[in-house]
């Protein structure tokens, strides 16, 4: 079965097509390959933006916003997030950066494993990564829902040192290996990294923010 995406909130949706279609949004965006786009733009690509604030057993996620990727002709340009207000959806900023290509190739790799997933994102603030996240439950509300053990977990690049990028891993094996990290010495943990996490776990990687300014 496919890879599937959950309907983003209209009011969200309408949002990014309304800054789209705003000169000033645009041309205030530090995306110059928005702002250098020639012809119609689309908005793709809906994902639930879940951050998760603590990495023990059982924490819930929280809906923190919808991420849009906008194309021009077979070009992904930018992303778009929206934010929820009292008064409903709102646009956030446009962002350019290694996230939008690697959350398509994380895409592809989904689409490859022939298994039917509801497609997400997680934040993971106290690692500074972001990952997509292939949820089980496919017919789930987008806005809600906990991790599962056996959901799959794909780390988007740059990822933090000591994970490798788009190796995907279950929840149950990566969430307790990266919890284990944040409860020992910071000189353990740099020392020892093969006894922190497991060894598919340890291919280095860059540090970086999980959500672009």
């Not at 997933?117 to 990952?131: D, G, K, N």
């Not at 290996?177 to 020392?191: I, N």
Request: negative net charge.
């Amino acid at each position: 079965m496919p890879l599937l995406f959950p309907l983003a909130p209209a009011p969200a949706l309408r949002s990014v097509v309304a800054a789209l279609g705003s000169p000033t949004a645009v041309r205030e965006a530090r995306t110059p390959s928005l702002r250098a786009a020639q012809g119609t733009t689309s908005v793709e690509l809906p994902l639930p933006v879940h951050v998760l604030d603590h990495l023990v057993p059982a924490s819930p996620t929280r809906l923190a916003g919808w991420r849009f990727v906008i194309r021009c002709g077979d070009q992904s340009v930018a992303a778009a997030d929206t934010t929820p207000t009292p008064d409903g959806w709102k646009f956030s900023h446009f962002f350019e950066g290694p996230y939008i290509a690697s959350t398509e190739r994380a895409v592809l790799q989904a689409e490859s494993l022939g298994t039917s997933y509801q497609a997400r994102l997680l934040s993971v603030p106290e690692l500074y990564m972001l990952t997509l996240w292939l949820h089980g439950d496919h017919t789930a509300d987008p806005a809600e829902g906990s991790l599962d053990p056996t959901d799959l977990l794909i780390p988007l690049a740059p990822a933090p040192p000591g994970v490798a990028a788009h190796r995907p891993h279950q929840v149950g094996e990566l969430l307790p290996a990266l919890g284990h990290r944040l409860t020992r010495p910071a000189s353990l943990t740099t020392t020892t990294a093969s006894l922190v996490t497991p060894a598919s776990l340890t291919a280095p990687a860059p540090t970086s923010l999980t959500t672009p300014a």
